[in-house]
């Protein structure tokens, strides 16, 4: 039976895939599989809407390098006689995506934001010109590699155990030669994942006030993420904060926009919010556009009583 594979070199967000692939199979009349490559935890997969889980002990696939993975996930792809891959659209995703659909002759969509079928056919939904607008496309080849944005899906708890298929595979050694690794920063945090984000920009004056931001992201149990300028100009926040077009994307429950104008560079990456707050001085300021509540004020002023507020 042809199948939608899923792999991410994240686990988590294979799992979420697999959740949506189970749904799409269902429609679609297609058997689901997991390739869980380089995995630490192959078993966790076993239970996650898949009926077959492919393993391989081959080294080379130890430590992530796109043009190898994208080789062995072809062969893959082949045993399991996918019709639709489907793959986690994180930057290394993205990149793998590509050259896996080279390979294989497929078409490849990335940044996928929805998914759904309709006549038969998976169609997407991305953002297209610079986060101004939303397209809506399909895939014209029978094989279609679908990168898809993290959070899409659901994780599930199938009954049903899937089948490990250990795969033998033929890799050559990468054309890449990885000269040093580094650590991520210590301040490294999740924000596509925070159910809270406290989103800061420019309406901020000094670093130091933004210790306003971080204790009300305390309050709510969330995260303090910015706009470019803030991570790029003024070098306040590291750039894995940067929501938007150049940074993240986050769908957090709340999303409380401080001093920010709301331009579409950065608006696209907190639009699935489910509730957008903002604080802006200016009452004609974009944010206004998308905001679900808001206080026109200086953020100065709110900030310390909102937060002393839900302090209580
Ligand atoms: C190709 C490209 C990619 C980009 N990618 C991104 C991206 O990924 N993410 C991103 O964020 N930007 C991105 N940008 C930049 C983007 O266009 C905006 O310049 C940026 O988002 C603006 O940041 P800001 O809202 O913090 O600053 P500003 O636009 O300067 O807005 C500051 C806001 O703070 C308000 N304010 C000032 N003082 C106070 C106060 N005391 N109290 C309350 N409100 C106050 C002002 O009224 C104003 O609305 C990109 C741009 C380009 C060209």
Do not use: H
């Amino acid at each position: 039976m042809a199948a939608i594979l899923v792999f991410s070199e994240r686990d988590d967000i294979a799992w979420q895939l697999l959740g949506k692939a189970a749904e799409l199979g269902r429609e679609m009349g297609l058997g689901v599989a997991a390739a869980a490559l380089g995995s630490a935890d192959p078993g966790g997969y076993a239970n996650r809407g898949a009926q077959k889980v492919y393993i391989s002990k081959n080294e080379q696939l130890k430590t992530f390098e796109a043009s190898v993975y994208a080789e062995a996930l072809s062969q893959v792809a082949k045993q399991a006689d996918a019709a639709v891959i489907l793959i986690g659209s994180t930057r290394r995703g993205k990149e793998l995506a590509g050259r896996l659909a080279q390979k294989l002759g497929a078409g490849c969509i990335s940044d996928a934001g929805s998914l759904e079928v309709k006549d038969g056919r998976l169609v997407c939904t991305r953002n297209a010109l610079g986060g101004a607008t939303v397209a809506t496309q399909t895939i014209t080849t029978e094989l279609q590699v679908i990168a898809v944005s993290p959070g899409l899906g659901e994780p599930i708890e199938s009954p049903e155990t899937a089948e490990m298929v250990e795969v033998e595979l033929a890799l050559k050694p990468s054309a890449v030669k990885v000269i040093a690794r580094s650590e991520k920063g210590q301040g490294a945090v999740d924000i596509e994942g925070a159910e809270v984000l406290v989103c800061v920009g420019k309406g901020f004056t000094r670093q130091e006030d933004l210790k306003m931001a971080e204790e009300l992201a305390e309050v709510l149990g969330g995260l303090v993420a910015c706009t470019k300028p803030l991570a790029t100009d003024e070098k306040w926040l590291p750039e894995d904060r940067v929501i938007g077009l150049s940074g993240k994307s986050g769908k957090p429950n709340l999303a409380i926009c401080l001093g920010i104008s709301g331009q579409v560079q950065f608006t696209v990456g907190i639009r699935d919010a489910k509730t957008i707050v903002a604080v802006n001085q200016d009452p004609n300021a974009f944010i206004w556009q998308m905001a679900d509540y808001g206080i026109v004020g200086d953020l100065y002023e709110v900030v310390p009583r909102l937060t002393a507020a839900l302090k209580g």
